[in-house]
């Protein structure tokens, strides 16, 4: 009897043992993962990188190459095309209503052209893309990337001395100045080479 009971008591500490140790082992998984995926969460709202962005959906209207190349034409001519996803597409559809003084020039389209563009602007614009809008109430309606809490937040170490004040760059808004590939639609920090002063480095 005795005996017996010597077994089944070495079983529950064995059953005991493998129990706790099982949990422990959940439990460093389940915290490890927790520690990287908010490293990772992190290091995206710090950097530029595009991978984990929103995607409009192909069957919206402005979604198309043939949308992508005109806008590039029609406002790369005169300026950077502006990435539409820096600005809510409130923002756009007051801007693209006002192009005959489009910061005090003409650049009024064609009414066809100019709802093309639109549809372009408004099927990419920050309205999925939250964080360039954090900070901005909902009801603002910002007409320069300039004016969004997101940009600013971004460049506050930058001196105005060497943009505003610098007759290389002479303003903000002139991203590709010191973005080598805004072109492309890409402001990562690590890729600025300010003119007059070189790679910038915070």
Not at 42 to 49: H, I, K, T, V
Not at 108 to 133: F, K
């Amino acid at each position: 009897m005795m005996s017996n009971l010597n077994a089944l008591r070495t079983s529950l500490n064995a059953l005991r043992f493998a129990t706790g140790t099982l949990l422990l082992g959940s439990a460093l998984t389940l915290g490890i993962y927790g520690l990287s995926t908010l490293n990772n969460q992190s290091l995206a709202d710090d950097d530029d990188d595009e991978h984990s962005e929103y995607r409009p959906r192909p069957e919206q209207p402005g979604t198309g190459m043939a949308a992508t190349q005109q806008y590039k034409e029609e406002c790369g001519s005169c300026h950077l095309p502006y990435p539409a996803k820096l600005l809510p597409a409130r923002s756009w559809q007051t801007m693209m209503a006002s192009l005959d003084n489009h910061f005090g020039d003409d650049a009024s389209l064609s009414a066809a052209t100019q709802a093309e563009i639109l549809a372009y602007l408004s099927a990419h614009s920050a309205g999925n893309h939250t964080r360039y809008l954090k900070g901005l109430a909902y009801n603002d309606t910002p007409q320069r990337i300039t004016e969004l809490p997101y940009f600013r937040r971004k460049h506050r170490e930058v001196p105005e001395r060497m943009v505003s004040g610098n007759p290389q760059v002479g303003s903000f808004s002139q991203c590709d100045s010191c973005h080598k590939d805004a072109a492309q639609g890409k402001f990562n920090e690590h890729t600025v080479v300010i003119p007059g002063f070189g790679r910038w480095d915070d």
